[in-house]
């Protein structure tokens, strides 16, 4: 029998994550998801001391996609485990501090440099090189549109994650109460 067609563009290039139907990794998500508050404020430790002024949302999933040919007709990339889009007050934070436009452009501010945060849901790390590669694919094809982060238990890998500009977090072991 044949071997099926890759359905993403990751797919094809060999990256095939077992772990996803898994779970295990089911778990991770949801423990993710319900402390993203906890986990942007680990990821941007600034934002607690502004905590009325941002909101978060998440959504699971994400598609990565990329368009071709002259109907523009979507082809899948890939799938980012959870997104967590961060929605600021900028009006009520400008207030408060007594900015304006101008100040918040020049200026150092709680907000500066914050992006939503990409997290790839991993219950161990295996491949360092592959997590990056996948990563890296998900980063052309994003447009810079997110700060990639690594949850996952720890790992002496983790400091290579980190030297390459991807944050990470330590997801509790699986091994014990949840």
């Known amino acids: 029998m044949a071997k099926p067609k890759a359905k993403t563009l990751q797919e094809s290039m060999g990256f095939c994550d077992a772990e996803l139907a898994t779970k295990d990794h089911d778990d991770l998500m949801i423990i993710l998801d ?4 906890s986990a942007v404020i680990a990821c941007y430790p600034r934002l607690s001391e502004v905590r009325q002024f941002w909101k978060v949302k998440t959504r699971w999933e994400q598609v990565v996609g990329k368009y ?3 109907s523009r007709t979507p082809y899948i990339v890939g799938f980012i485990d959870l997104v967590a889009h961060i929605k600021i007050d900028m009006n009520g934070y400008m207030e408060k501090f007594g900015l304006n436009h101008d100040q918040l452009c020049d200026d150092d501010h709680h907000f500066k440099d914050v992006q939503d945060i990409a997290f790839e849901v991993k219950t161990k790390l295996n491949s360092i090189g592959e997590i990056i590669r996948q990563l890296r694919v998900y980063e052309v094809h994003s447009r810079g549109m997110y700060k990639f982060c690594v949850f996952a238990p720890s790992s002496e890998k983790s400091k290579a994650l980190e030297s390459q500009g991807i944050m990470f977090l330590e997801a509790p ?3 014990g109460d949840l």
């Open 68 to 70: 071709s040919g002259p």
């Open 34 to 37: 319900s402390n993203i508050e």
């Open 173 to 175: 072991s699986l091994g």
